[in-house]
């Protein structure tokens, strides 16, 4: 037999987050009652209908199974004073909802919904807290309801805060006529979650909204695989394959899919093959800019540039190798140049002569680096400002447009040269942003190391370009005296070329310690960076040492070793806030790093001197503050920025005391320690060794298996991205439109 009862929710004994399943205490008005069931969104304070069924546990004796429930607001002011100081709404503790009942009582949620201007008689609330107040609960009242909507669905309560962030009170009725959107509007919900929704909603799984949603996510994945193109059929059988439905509707989705915009067929090079638009425009600009900029006829900058640079090398006082002679010329005499070259083969000196020339001709100057470390390192580089080429480019929201770049065709960037370094790391898209803010005229050089590992976001615009013959290139390969003192330059250079480093040798800064499996190795990280490291080189165990792995998961993995880290260097405290997510506990004082662009999230520095936007995918930075009344994280970036994260914005970040090493792009670090174990071909490559040593700036310790590290030095597996700017230059080579 059904019943229903009502009361205040209490206290939450036990709680599921993959599957909602709870157990809690509700007061009623007579006594207090167990609640058992699938109930993902509970928050202690709210009053509930709860209707379900007794049962008797054989230990705990009575309790409600529960089949379902809604929210409904407290009428007593007991219950009224529980809901306001239970957090629920931001702005109000314990202390104020006890102002706010003694001044309203009964009446209090009466005036908060429809007189909101009384708060303002409450002491302590102004005209502005009132507001903040209000809007509140507002949102908490439409939240709730979504929340339960979804809660239905298996929707986290993270994820719905985020859902209803997008669609405000329109959440139900949007995600009603389609949540295959959900996959399109919402960072981290994608097809599988929406699909599975549609599924409960009773959609049917050959719907073409679920075809077509399946075929974008498909082209998804091998975009964050960083692909910019997938094979059609390839396509077409791997999303039969997994929405488990014909070919023949995967091929009617292509052509709805073409029709209405949303992707690009093309023959490439005798293939047919699938673009996301983005990627597609992206590519075909970029080819037809860095084309246009080639071409163009530059006046000399001087008649004789050997002398130029001779006296370059006289006042700086350095001896300039014959390939970087040659690309100081280069840099003069073309539109766009690309240099390459590894660690220590004076890429750093070529840079500041170039700059040094251009300066000598009152030409200026704009430098520029795809993260905001990378920038910070070749602004101590040359003496001079670079900015992350966000920042360059002005990224900030636009009318009609939303995020996007300020500088463009329209108002495109002063400078008579522009100057990129680290441009392994640059993908097509942002590559796009780039050129599109530049004149023909204007001088492009773009600087990297094309052995590094290839961007993070889709293409490989840098071996492209390099392999087309079609931009000029200059190559730099001379090692350097003092640089040949260092054994992690060495040993860089040997990897490089397939040959084993040396390790080990006496008062170097290259080591290896031999350890026979991952337990071994993770009990020797950390004892090297709790005490080991720190008493060698005086070192800050956090700030100065990096730990790097080539995987996420398993023992050596970056997950439990940020677990065992986190531990050992930053433990708990009665003193340092805490606030748990998901499988993780952010702790005052933790290092941390952003996992995604957030063009929005706003930040100012500790003196309040400067603020701006964007925070970018792949910054690290330490908790600062957790203000559980609030419901936010402050955390510090760049040494004097902070930044304000929601608590339900979380998730855009990790523990960062072990990162992985394709997060390490762009970056270096005092001390490098790496696990070296056993794993996937695929992943263990000489490339993947080669970014890990070349990060660190003082010592690098490997710990694990001597046999591994060889493996990963004679693995010379590069993976095939499927990239068509260096086919689409090649193809203006091919044409004989080009004059070299």
Not at 394 to 408: L, P, V
Request: glycine share 6%; proline share 4%.
């Amino acid at each position: 037999m059904s019943v229903e009862i009502k009361g205040v929710l209490s206290e939450i004994i036990f709680k599921n987050d993959s599957n909602g399943y709870t157990v809690a205490t509700v007061e009623t008005e007579d006594e207090v009652v167990t609640v058992v069931g699938y109930m993902p969104i509970l928050n202690t304070g709210e009053t509930f209908a709860f209707s379900g069924k007794w049962i008797v546990h054989p230990t705990y004796g009575e309790q409600l199974e529960v089949a379902s429930y809604r929210q409904v607001m407290p009428n007593t002011l007991e219950g009224i004073e529980k809901y306001l100081s239970s957090g629920i709404i931001k702005g109000i503790g314990p202390k104020l909802a006890k102002k706010i009942v003694e001044s309203f009582g009964k009446e209090t949620l009466d005036i908060m919904q429809y007189r909101p201007h009384l708060l303002t008689q409450v002491n302590g609330i102004g005209e502005s807290k009132a507001r903040k107040i209000v809007e509140a609960f507002k949102e908490q009242r439409e939240l709730s309801e979504v929340m339960l909507f979804l809660g239905e669905y298996g929707i986290s309560p993270n994820y719905a805060i985020k859902i209803y962030k997008q669609y405000k009170d329109k959440t139900i009725q949007f995600i009603q006529e389609n949540p295959y959107r959900l996959a399109d509007d919402i960072f981290g919900i994608g097809f599988k979650i929406a699909d599975a929704i549609a599924k409960r909603m009773g959609i049917d799984p050959r719907s073409p909204y679920r075809v077509m949603c399946g075929t974008k996510y498909l082209l998804t994945q091998y975009n964050l695989e960083g692909h910019t193109y997938t094979p059609r059929e390839e396509l077409i059988k791997q999303t039969a394959k997994i929405l488990d439905v014909g070919e023949e509707l995967v091929e009617d989705a292509l052509v709805k899919l073409a029709l209405n915009n949303e992707i690009h067929l093309e023959n490439l090079e005798g293939e047919i093959v699938v673009f996301a638009m983005p990627y597609f425009y992206a590519e075909s600009y970029v080819c037809k800019k860095l084309i246009e900029m080639a071409q163009v006829s530059l006046k000399p900058l001087s008649e004789d540039l050997d002398k130029e640079i001779q006296e370059i090398e006289e006042i700086e006082e350095i001896v300039l190798a014959n390939n970087q002679r040659q690309a100081i010329k280069e840099a003069a005499n073309n539109g766009v140049l690309v240099i390459t070259g590894g660690p220590g083969t004076g890429k750093t000196t070529t840079i500041n002569s170039i700059i040094k020339m251009f300066e000598n001709h009152n030409l200026s100057i704009a430098l520029a680096a795809p993260t905001g470390r990378a920038a910070k390192r070749m602004s101590e580089a040359t003496g001079k400002e670079a900015k992350t080429i966000h920042r360059l480019l002005e990224y900030a929201y636009i009318e009609e447009a939303g995020m996007d770049f300020g500088k463009n065709e329209e108002d495109p960037l002063p400078s008579d040269v522009v100057i990129i370094d680290e441009m392994s790391m640059v993908d097509i898209r942002l590559m796009k942003g780039l050129m599109k803010a530049l004149l023909p005229g204007t001088r492009l050089i773009l600087v990297g190391d094309v052995d590094q590992l290839p961007s993070v976001g889709a293409g490989n615009v840098l071996r492209d370009i390099i392999d087309s013959n079609v931009i000029k290139v200059v190559k730099l390969d001379k090692i350097f005296r003092q640089a040949q003192e260092s054994m992690i330059i060495v040993n860089a250079h040997r990897i490089n070329k397939g040959e084993y480093p040396y390790i080990n040798k006496k008062e170097k800064d290259f080591y290896f310690i031999k350890k026979k499996n991952q337990e071994h190795i993770v009990q020797t990280i950390k004892e090297l960076c709790k005490e080991r490291l720190p008493n060698f080189s005086d070192c800050d165990p956090i700030k100065s040492i990096q730990v790097l792995t080539p995987i996420k998961k398993g023992q050596a993995g970056m997950y439990q070793l940020n677990n065992h880290l986190q531990a050992i260097l930053n433990p708990p405290s009665p003193y340092k806030q805490e606030k748990e997510m998901k499988d993780k506990i952010f702790r005052v004082g933790d290092k941390v790093m952003q996992m995604k662009n957030n063009y929005n999230l706003k930040w100012k520095t500790i003196d309040e001197e400067d603020e701006g936007e964007g925070i970018f995918n792949g910054d690290l930075g330490y908790i600062y503050k957790i203000d559980h009344e609030e419901k936010e994280m402050i955390v510090q970036f760049d040494e004097d920025k902070l930044v304000t994260y929601d608590f339900s914005q979380l998730d855009e970040l990790e523990l960062a005391y072990c990162i992985t090493i394709h997060k390490s792009q762009g970056s270096e670090f005092p001390i490098v320690v790496m696990p070296i174990f056993w794993g996937p071909p695929m992943l263990l490559t000489r490339n993947l060794l080669y970014t890990a040593v070349t990060r660190a700036k003082e010592l690098v310790v490997m710990v694990g298996l001597e046999a591994s590290l060889k493996s990963m030095v004679d693995n010379h597996r590069i993976i095939q991205r499927n990239s068509g700017l260096g086919i689409r230059l090649k193809r203006f080579l091919d044409e004989n439109l080009l004059e070299f």
